[in-house]
């Protein structure tokens, strides 16, 4: 199994902020990885694929990078609606796991 | 637009199976893939299988010989069926399409496996 670690676990930022989320996996992945937000009692939302491509109607304020096994989901100036749970993906294996989750939450 | 819409019972005791159905609009399920997604009580979140647009399928090793899924291409719906289900198998349970990434999904059902 290809194992997605994502760091930190929680992330305490003040809107307006810039951050960056990560997403380390066990093996190389090439570009792999899709990037996922969970807001409270919703269901999961497609922010980034393939690493670094967008997906239609997703703020330009999300971007993502990275290849091999190290990857990072930016978010330039935080805003309120942002506030959520931020999992990644691989799907390089085709036993697809999901990485832990990164909890961004207000300061 | 492609919409997913997941039903089926919150409460399954254990040892018994749990059914869902995954009712498809705006997108015919005789293309693409289609698969289940659950997420545990404190986050996890784990793919459990798909189904092709030609009927095949693909499933997580970790749920062996207990999972199964089907499709009725008439009603564009597609089933889950998960047998001899524990505690550990409570959780939110998704459809979604899958592309390499999963880009639609349903609301999702919240299954509570207890006697």
């Known amino acids: 199994n290809i194992v997605l670690t994502q760091s930190p676990a929680t992330l305490s930022v003040t809107p307006g902020e810039s951050v960056s989320l990560s997403c380390r996996a066990s093996?190389?992945?090439?570009?792999?990885i899709h990037w996922y937000q969970q807001k409270s009692n919703e269901s999961p939302r497609l922010l980034i694929k393939?690493?670094?491509q967008s997906i239609s109607g997703i703020p330009s304020r999300f971007s993502g990078s990275g290849s091999g096994t190290d990857f990072t989901l930016s978010i330039n100036r935080v805003e309120s609606e942002d506030f959520s749970i931020y999992y990644c993906q691989q799907s390089y294996s085709s036993l697809y796991t999901f990485g832990s989750g990164t909890k961004l939450e207000i300061k | 637009e492609v919409q997913l819409q997941e039903s089926g019972p919150g409460l399954v005791k254990p040892s018994q199976s749990l059914s869902l159905t995954c009712s498809v609009t705006g997108y015919s399920i005789t293309s693409n893939y289609w698969g289940w997604i659950r997420k545990f009580p404190g986050n996890k979140m784990e793919w459990m299988g798909y189904i092709s647009y030609s009927g095949s399928t693909s499933y997580n090793p970790s749920l062996k010989s207990r999972i199964s899924i089907t499709r009725d291409t008439s009603k564009n719906q597609f089933f889950l069926q998960l047998n001899s289900v524990t505690t550990e198998d409570t959780a939110t349970y998704y459809c979604?399409?899958?592309?390499?990434?999963?880009?639609?999904w349903g609301q999702g059902v919240m299954v509570t496996v207890s006697s």
């Open positions: 979604a399409r899958f592309m390499g990434p999963f880009d639609y």
């Open positions: 393939y690493a670094s």
């Open positions: 093996q190389s992945i090439s570009t792999s």
